[in-house]
């Protein structure tokens, strides 16, 4: 399993109301679902997603983009780590 893929799956364990995909392309977003907005799956995204490069263990880089709700649900919830 790749450090990718291991940042989806706890990150998927540690939330409930997010959900955490993977394009095409390579990069990873985690979004929170049933917000105020649809969330635009890429850097342009209106709620200003954070953005982290994970290094593979076979040296590959893919850009990891945590989005930010409109309702404010982290407030709520704890800090995460990308790795």
């Known amino acids: 399993m790749n450090r990718l893929t291991a940042f989806i799956k706890v990150f998927i364990l540690r939330r409930k109301l997010w959900l955490a995909t993977v ?29 982290t490069l994970i290094t593979d263990d076979d040296d590959e880089s893919h850009w990891a983009y945590k989005h930010h709700s409109l309702d404010g649900r982290e407030a709520h919830e704890r800090e995460w780590d990308w790795t």
């Open 23 to 51: 394009l095409d392309n390579g990069e990873a977003h985690c979004f929170p679902l049933g917000d105020q907005i649809r969330h635009q799956l890429d850097e342009h995204c209106i709620c200003g997603p954070g953005a």
